[in-house]
């Protein structure tokens, strides 16, 4: 079964291999450079030593008048002395020929090859070799006898406490790593389990939220860093996901009422009818009003699923051409027994036509609401007015009305579901409180939008702004 890895994990697994990486790369590379450092110089002080020795050789030479003296303070070999670095372990003066003319009493060079690659060359040759138990650095060192023939000094200077300093180098490279990787390894674990505490605490609270307790929130301690950031991002997340859903309960208990009041008319009105035998007349007044419950109901079901559509992005507009002084002359045709029974004044007030590109049924069913809402809400003989225009690319439709008007606290919620300023008298009026919800609903999915001016005693004004048709 694959596992997968959380997030400080992998931190940690990384910190730990490029950094563990780096340590342990750090301790072969220190030592392979300080080793080389230690050679070069090792070298360089061979070097003098044996052209020091060649100068000695000669000047013995000069000294004692004989052409071939010999060299004394060569150390022996195994000889324990601690100055066995600062002199030669070994010595021998060669000539072209091979001939041993001085040394420490070895009959040939240690490195032959080594010696004749000097004559050769003219150059110093360094080489290594095993010589009695020891291991030893060499040089072919070319130096010129009084009369010039050429000679080699070949040298060597024990290896012994280089070794041990490299060797003692090695151990407290491996005992600094280990303690640094321990080091690395303990930070690493404080560091990620340090950065990581808030988010587990954030993860452990959100965790325990559903939608029983959503007005839980997340706590943002002080500072910013991206542990905060996320809980304010989730809070606010939280506080959306609260309001939603409080919405949707109030939505679906004020549809079960909405509902509730048609049937349990009905219900009475069928009920009291079979009670007992009536005459005809009687059939007909309780099914003609049980046909008005029934036709409420239909109505409300009609506009739900107008919302339902709309929520879900699905309620689709027809892109036809139309023009709005048409529709709504049309549209007030519609009302005109309405009107008459109030003894009310419409005028429209639309001096050319408006074109925009949209559903006409749609539109028809917004300003429908709003010329409803306006002969409704109008006294007896008072003038409801519809102005039309076009103005900066916008058409805008405005009904006016002068009835009671609508309170300020009342105004920002009239277009939200089921708001109702006096509920009771718009139930009785046939009003559901959807109409201006799904009035801005086709509003907006026109590209518009839908106001309201309003003052008390006065009368309101409503106003869709919809964009002007761009096409010929
Ligand atoms: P309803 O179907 O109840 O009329 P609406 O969504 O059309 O629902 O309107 C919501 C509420 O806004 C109404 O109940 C009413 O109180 C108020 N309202 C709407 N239009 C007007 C108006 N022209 N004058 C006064 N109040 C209005």
């Known amino acids: 079964m694959s596992r997968t890895l959380s997030l400080r994990t992998r931190l940690l697994g990384l910190q730990l291999v490029v950094f563990g990486g780096l340590v342990l790369l750090a301790g072969p590379v220190t030592s392979t450079l300080l080793s080389r450092s230690l050679q070069r110089d090792r070298d360089r002080h061979l070097g003098g030593m044996a052209a020091g020795l060649a100068r000695e050789y000669l000047a013995a030479g000069r000294s004692t008048g004989f052409e071939q003296p010999c060299l004394v303070g060569a150390v022996p070999p195994g000889s324990p002395d601690p100055q066995a670095t600062h002199r030669p372990r070994h010595f021998l003066v060669v000539d072209p020929s091979g001939r041993v003319l001085c040394g420490d009493g070895e009959s040939e060079p240690l490195r032959p090859d080594a010696v004749a690659e000097t004559l050769a060359t003219g150059n110093p040759a360094f080489s290594d070799v095993r010589w009695s138990a020891e291991r030893l650095r060499l040089v072919a060192w070319p130096f010129d006898s009084r009369e010039g023939r050429p000679l080699v000094m070949e040298v060597g200077a024990s290896q012994s406490v280089i070794q041990s300093a490299l060797r003692r180098g090695v151990v407290v490279m491996a005992v600094v790593d280990l303690a640094a990787l321990g080091f690395l390894f303990a930070g690493s674990l404080l560091l990620t389990r340090r950065a990581f505490e808030p988010i587990e605490r954030i993860v452990s609270r959100v965790e325990g939220i559903d939608e029983a307790n959503l007005a839980a929130r997340l706590p943002v301690e002080p500072g910013i860093d991206e542990a905060n950031r996320l809980a304010g991002v989730l809070n606010r997340l939280l506080e959306r996901l609260e309001r939603a859903f409080e919405a949707q309960r109030r939505f679906s208990s004020d549809v079960a009422h909405e509902i509730r009041s048609p049937l349990t008319a009905l219900r009475g009105q069928i009920e009291v009818a079979l009670r007992r035998p009536r005459p005809q007349e009687e059939y007909r007044r309780v099914l003609e009003e049980c046909l008005e419950e029934v036709l409420r109901l239909s109505r409300l079901a009609e506009d739900l699923m107008s919302l339902a559509r709309a929520d879900a992005g699905v309620l689709e507009a027809r892109r036809e051409r139309l023009d709005l002084r048409d529709l709504m002359r049309h549209l007030l045709g519609r009302f005109r027994v309405r009107v008459e029974e109030k003894d009310l004044r419409v005028s429209l007030d639309a001096p050319a036509e408006v074109r925009v590109t949209g559903d006409p049924d749609l539109l028809s069913r917004l300003l429908e609401n709003l010329v409803d809402n306006a002969i409704i ?96």
């Open 377 to 472: 809400h109008s006294p007896r003989m008072e003038e409801v007015r519809v102005a039309i225009r076009s103005e900066d690319r916008w058409a805008r439709v405005t009904v006016s009305d002068r009835g009671p008007g609508i309170p300020p606290e009342h105004l920002g919620r009239i277009f939200d579901r089921f708001y109702r300023v006096d509920p009771a008298r718009s139930r009785e009026q046939g009003g559901s409180g959807l109409g201006l919800a799904i009035a801005k609903e086709i509003a907006q999915l026109h590209g518009g939008r839908l106001e309201v001016e309003s003052t008390v005693g006065e009368g309101s004004s409503f106003r869709v702004s919809l964009p002007v048709a761009t096409w010929s």
